[in-house]
């Protein structure tokens, strides 16, 4: 992107596009409303005695356009400076806002009914003076747009008039023709100032200020090069490159916070290559990167080992958990993207049977990436069934009630960006919550209640879901339950979908259609469903011989338990033990689960009613004999 000067054939070539609609338009409005992006940095074209294209405040970009139309002057008003007449400190203009305002008092703060006669004096001037008059932080001059104060009322009903009542001025110079003293109204949302005073009023004109495309942060980043002394980037093919990925990286950012981002990596003497890790700790407000740990490969590959022994049963998923989590590590998820710099560190889906440890495996991933299960972060997504749930997720709008709180998900991840954030039943969610999951997933970030913007890029994101157990019955699904009398078809007209004893191959190409099923034809969202690409992990049934290990893993934890509660030496014979892990394991249904709910009740309820009636001693040893059920209620022999 270039930037030229302005000529006076061409009315600002160069400048900003909302810059070139507001000059376009001077001789039809004479009021405008500016919105949106406000405070940030504005390309503006070199100075007249030439150099390098500019970096000026949208105060300064205004008059610099405004001055090239033949405007003496620009004065502005804020709450808290009062009145300014721009540019400082320039003897013309402070006389051409005399001739038009009088003498007013320095660092004036007007009252709502003296500003009145200002605007007045500036749209209709008693002389052929050309300004411009700013009402800075207007979104503060009601209290509110709905009900406001009789003095407020009063001044925008005023001004609604003046608007329509506004003279042109004629002057010598660029542009002899008449222009109208525009009165520029600088508002955070157009919804700021009263409704009634735009509508239908076709004297005011709203501008919207967009944030800064990649063009312009293009163009910027070869600017801000000059801060690491290279004056010339096209000739420097590897700092044009950098510029490149500094823009890229800058997405979702204004040109301002790339001139902060430019000084943080100035202070701590990182080079223009290295911009983008600056980047990142301009956004997350974090210096420590655990992704950047050179010990994080050396976990990830004893993880091989180790989280096969934590999620038995599950060679496949957990291959390919831990492939996905090698790409996060080196920094590749998405990389086939344009832009992918911003996107999740990883993404999963993972579906399957109940009981069979996604739960489990993602408690797995985040001890081994972070060292630490505490920053693992999970939402059952039961809960967020109502349409209007979402709002704890990112907080209430402004005006509601929990609105200065913000919401469980954002301020989370705003509180620690590095995390592992587990979305429970996914399905079980409300559609227009999952919405919300595609700019997650697209972007990496969110914008909450109060308007602040959340970065998950250095986030796994974990989905869990039980879709593809059943799916709806078809005609001959129902008509052959009822022939056969097996049951097959559920009270709710679903088909189990998937048995115990089928194929790996089989029960997760079953999965994978139900969930692409549901995601295109039942909530219509494909689009989600592309997010999440071919992340979809698939769980098995769990086998005779993993429910042994899982079996033999829950009771030595029961073991464990009593030793160290009580100090006592719990064993259980070889025959009794054979006969509860029979009991233990008869249903596999309930998956892992399961298996932990029948210890429960046939070994862990049973031994608390025999120890809780016995005089405890520490290192007693305590032999389990035998078990005998009696109308349903487990019985210990011990010894």
Known sequence: MSIESPTLGGRLTGWPPFIRELDATLSVHSQYVLSGNLYDSFLAPPPEGGGAAQLLPLRDLLWESLRSSGF?????????????????????AAQAAERLLGKPPKDEKPSLEALT?????????????????????????????????????????????????ARPVRVTGARPKPLYNPVLWLVERPGDLPPWLTADNENIREITIPRPHLGDRQETARLLARA???????ADPAACTACDAFAEQADGLTLQSMIEVTRLAKERNVQLADLPDAVRTYKLGVLDNPW???????RVLEGEKRVPERVIGQPQAVTKT?????????????????????????????AGPTGTGKTELAKAITELVFGDESAYLRFDMSEFSGEGSGDRLIGS???????????????????DPFRVILFDEIEKAHPRILDKFLQILEDGRLTDGRGNTVHFSESILIFTSNLGMFVPASAADITASV???????????RVRNIHPGMDYEEIEQHIKDAVADHFTEVLNRPELLNRFGDNVVVFDFIGAEAADKIFDLQFANICRRVADEHRLVLAVRGEALQTLREWCTAELDKGGRGIGMALESHFVNPLARALFDRELVPDERITVTGLRREGGIVHLELQ
């Open 72 to 92: 003496s002057c620009m004065i502005v008003y804020d709450p808290v400076d009062g009145l300014q007449v721009l540019p400082e400190g320039d003897e013309e």
């Open 117 to 165: 006669k200002h605007l007045a004096a500036v749209a209709r001037p008693a002389e052929n003076v050309r300004a411009a008059f700013v009402l800075d932080s207007a979104s503060r001059i009601a209290r509110t747009p709905t009900e406001m104060e009789p003095a407020e009322r009063d001044f925008f009903r005023f001004c609604a008039k003046l608007s329509r009542t």
């Open 228 to 234: 690491f002394g290279i004056s010339d980037v096209e």
């Open 292 to 298: 950047s740990r050179g010990h994080l490969r050396r």
């Open 322 to 350: 831990l492939d996905i989590l090698k790409r996060a590590v080196l920094g590749l998820s998405g990389a086939q993207a344009t832009r992918s710099g911003s996107r999740p560190r990883g993404v999963l889906f993972f």
């Open 397 to 415: 709008p402004p005006g509601y009630v929990g609105h200065e709180a913000g919401g469980e998900l954002t301020n989370a991840v705003r509180e």
């Open 483 to 493: 022939t056969t009398g097996r049951g097959d078809v559920n009270g709710g007209g």
